[in-house]
């Protein structure tokens, strides 16, 4: 395991359609974040997790958005009706255990286009 | 408001010039400020961070300086390479909490 993986890299979608992402974080991470990237822009934090239970929400995300880390694992992202204003890059990170120094840990980003 | 703010926007220079990027805040209850790089593409990667307690950091070629009274942090690369052309962030970590408030970028051209 050498990073933080994320499937599928790049999702085109019509408007009103759901759709689901995943990320893989580094295997030892307890901590996992998502955030959404627009072009030009530095990320925005949607979600925390630590271990399986989500502990910090974004008002970003709307109830059309959930997350989920069942087993303290991966992480999945829905998007339910999807709208064109979603498209963005959508980056997941993991870091380390508590005590250890706070190091992020990014995958490549899922790009979403909604057309 | 819970802010970060970045400047320039973009910045070319001469290989082995010395690049500076600046970041302000106005929230004082952050207690962690990262720098990332980002390559097209790619995910950002962790360059360098500071505490508030400490003025200053080298890694390598890179420095950041933090002025807490000023409520300000800059990222100064050294002897700058071509290969450091990319699209640098830096962040801010809110305390008590894992929520993390990025800058806008600041997208660097290293001409060789």
């Known amino acids: 395991d050498t ?9 085109i979608t019509k408007r009103g359609q759901n759709v689901t992402f995943r990320c ?5 991470h307890n901590r996992l974040y998502w955030y959404r990237q627009t072009l030009g822009q530095g990320p925005e ?6 271990n399986e239970a ?3 929400k974004s008002r970003l995300l709307s109830d059309r958005f959930s997350a989920e880390r069942p087993k303290g694992s991966f992480s999945t992202l829905e998007i339910q009706r999807t709208e064109q204003g979603d498209s963005a890059m959508y980056l997941c990170a993991s870091s380390s255990p508590p005590g250890t120094q706070e190091t992020q840990y990014f ?9 | 408001q819970q802010q970060v703010k970045q400047s320039p926007q973009s910045l070319i220079v001469q290989k082995g010039g010395i690049p500076i990027i600046n970041c302000a805040y106005e929230n004082t209850a ?3 400020f990262p720098w990332y790089q980002q390559f097209p593409g790619k995910g950002p990667a962790l360059l360098i961070a500071i505490r508030p307690d400490v003025s200053e950091k080298k890694e390598g070629r890179f420095t950041i300086s933090f002025n807490k009274s000023a409520k300000q942090f800059s990222l100064h690369i050294m002897d700058s390479q071509p290969g450091d052309s990319a699209t640098y962030f830096c962040a801010a970590k809110q305390a008590g909490t894992y929520k993390y408030i990025f800058g806008t970028g600041t997208r660097l051209k290293v001409l060789a």
Request: net charge negative.
């Open chain 1, 3 to 11: 990073g933080v993986s994320q499937d599928p890299r790049h999702k």
């Open chain 1, 24 to 28: 893989d974080p580094i295997s030892e």
């Open chain 1, 45 to 50: 934090f949607l979600t925390y997790f630590q």
């Open chain 1, 54 to 56: 989500q502990l910090e």
């Open chain 1, 107 to 115: 995958g490549p980003g899922t790009r979403l286009l909604v057309l």
């Open chain 2, 30 to 32: 952050f207690d962690y």
